[in-house]
């Protein structure tokens, strides 16, 4: 475009700084991001957007940092309204004697709908424009997330034990399988599978869930080596590491996401 040309946008956005990412280490003064549509248009500097567009909206940011939006790796989103309940304990007592009872208790679709809002609100206001979610009736989530336009990977839960959301391994996986195709071609959510951990399912739901993730294409994410004694108490009952068992059980694809991690050996990082 020549500098005598002037173009119709919607939006021109004026910040003081502008990180891009990439380049890394990057900071630009004084830049304009237009948008047109659902695309950014151009990033420019501020002068040069002066005699290239026109735009029907300009929102000026004069003490504000621009930059693409914060990504959420893990979390479970409704859990917001669990916020504070034994947050001080090891996470073992904390799953068995507080966690798991509550969600037994309390888990219902509309908790999932309220507690993902909930999320969602304190993400965006926060800078978070994608997150990943592991939790019940994920089908909920991610209407929630595709309602209010913020991307989400959406893991379906898969455990050994009944919850709200199912009865065993048989029905997380049938259920899972429905939630992967009716949300596959949505343009704000991609569906996953969430094994939720090795000490919480067994062998052959692993299995499964890898022949799900081929067959689909779905990302999985798991929980793996969040804690010394998961490792510990594995090792003494399986006779191997949690990563080497996955290993073994072809768990760890380019698909997978092995999410905490805080308990790494050489051996772990040489199979992952
Ligand atoms: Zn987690």
């Known amino acids: 475009m020549t500098a005598d040309t002037i173009t119709a946008a919607d939006i021109r956005i004026n910040a003081r700084w502008l990180i891009p990412i990439e380049p890394a280490g990057t900071v630009l003064e004084h830049y304009a991001v237009i948008i047109q549509g659902d695309r950014l248009a151009a990033v420019i500097p501020q002068e040069q957007a002066d005699r290239s567009f026109r735009t029907r909206e300009t929102v000026d940011l004069p003490n504000h940092v621009v930059m693409p939006g914060l990504i959420n790796m893990h979390g479970h989103a409704a859990m917001s309204l669990f916020r504070g309940m ?58 929630m997330a595709h309602d209010t336009g913020i991307r989400a990977q959406v893991c379906f839960p898969l455990l050994d034990f009944p919850t709200p959301w199912g009865a065993g391994p048989e029905e997380y996986l049938s259920k899972g399988a429905d939630f992967i195709d009716s949300w596959k071609n949505d343009c704000y959510i991609m569906p996953a599978i969430g094994p939720h ?71 772990d990082i040489s199979l992952l």
Not at 112 to 125: K, N, P, V
Not at 208 to 214: D, F, G, I, K, N
Request: glycine fraction near 6%; aromatic fraction near 8%; hydrophobic fraction near 45%.
């Open 197 to 267: 951990a090795p000490y919480t399912v067994s062998d052959g739901p692993m299995i499964e869930a890898v022949r799900l993730s081929e067959k689909t294409g779905a990302a999985i994410q798991i929980h793996l080596h969040e804690t010394a004694f998961e490792v510990a108490e594995a090792t003494e009952k399986l006779g191997q590491r949690p990563t080497a068992r996955l290993a073994d059980l072809g768990l760890l694809s380019p698909e997978t996401q092995c999410v905490h991690m805080t308990q790494i050996d050489a051996g």
């Open 86 to 143: 034994a947050d001080d304990l090891p996470l073992m007592t904390w799953l068995n004697d507080h966690i798991w009872p509550a969600e037994g208790r309390f888990i219902s679709e509309q908790f999932i709908a309220d507690g993902t809002q909930l999320a969602m609100a304190e993400m965006l206001r926060t800078g978070t424009t994608t997150f990943s979610d592991m939790y019940f009736f994920p089908e909920i989530a991610a209407q």
